[in-house]
């Protein structure tokens, strides 16, 4: 079992940078692929960015690509999204999941076994 508690969300002008945590406890952290997916209001849960175990492999949304970074600390049983030129479009609920090493695709919400409870993230114009 994986408990997963994201942080760090809030409200920012277009433009503005917000950097997303999210606290792994539980089984070991390095065993997990992770992934952070959102969720606009009327629209379905979406993948964001994602991470392989090690940190060495990365998959971005085609719309974040180039703003958003996403990170993770083993140590620390923590994994990152550091948002950058944020949009109005990028408001969302955020919610981070965690997958078992070697299932797939990334993209698809069924590959994880584990989720946050999301933490909202609002861009102004």
């Known amino acids: 079992q994986v408990q997963l508690v994201e942080s760090g969300g809030g409200l920012v002008q277009a433009g503005g940078s917000l950097r997303l945590s999210c606290a792994a406890s539980?089984?070991?952290?390095?065993?997990?692929?992770m992934g952070w997916f959102r969720q606009a209001p009327g629209k379905e849960r979406d993948l964001v960015a994602a991470?392989?175990?090690?940190?060495?492999?990365?998959n971005y949304a085609d719309s974040v690509k180039g703003r958003f970074t996403i990170s993770r600390n083993n140590v620390e049983s923590t994994v990152y999204l550091q948002m950058n030129s944020l949009k109005p479009e990028d408001t969302a609920v955020y919610y981070c999941?965690?997958?078992?090493?070697?299932?797939?695709?990334?993209?698809?919400?069924?590959?994880?076994?584990?989720w946050g409870q999301g933490t909202q993230v609002t861009v102004s114009s």
């Open positions: 539980g089984r070991t952290f390095s065993s997990y692929t």
């Open positions: 991470i392989n175990w090690s940190g060495s492999s990365t």
């Open positions: 999941a965690a997958a078992e090493q070697g299932r797939g695709p990334w993209s698809r919400e069924g590959t994880y076994d584990y």
